[in-house]
Nanobody
Framework: HVQLVESGGGSVQAGGSLRLSCAVTPRASTRYCMGWFRQAPGKEREGVATIDRSGTTSVADSVKGRFSISRDNARALVRLQMTSLKPEDTALYYC????????????????WGKGTQVTV
């Protein structure tokens, strides 16, 4: 049974940076496709970035060049580094794991964390 716990959210001024972390248990679950999603009030959940088993990443156009996703299998962590933050990045950020095709579509992810709030 995969469990995901996000951390690292907070309030930051525009132009600032934050690094989100997702702790994955059990450790072997880091082999899954992992993704970061976000949801702002009144908006649909949006895919931000994904990383597959081989380490290939995909980043949404809205955050390309500012956000990056990485995984640390030894520590069973998936991270989202966010730079040059904008007010429109304000949202609840979720970590997710899936075993299907590794694309930023919420429907292919079966396990979700509870989210961490980012306010810019």
């Amino acid at each position: 049974h995969v469990q995901l716990v996000e951390s690292g959210g907070g309030s930051v001024q525009a132009g600032g940076s934050l690094r989100l972390s997702c702790a994955v248990t059990p450790r072997a679950s880091t082999r899954y496709c992992m993704g970061w999603f976000r949801q702002a009030p009144g908006k649909e959940r949006e895919g931000v970035a994904t990383i597959d088993r081989s380490g290939t990443t995909s980043v949404a156009d809205s955050v390309k060049g500012r956000f990056s996703i990485s995984r640390d299998n030894a520590r069973a962590l998936v991270r989202l580094q966010m730079t040059s933050l904008k007010p429109e990045d304000t949202a609840l950020y979720y970590c997710a794991a899936g075993e299907g095709e590794c694309v930023p579509n919420p429907e292919v992810f079966s396990t979700w964390g509870k989210g961490t709030q980012v306010t810019v």
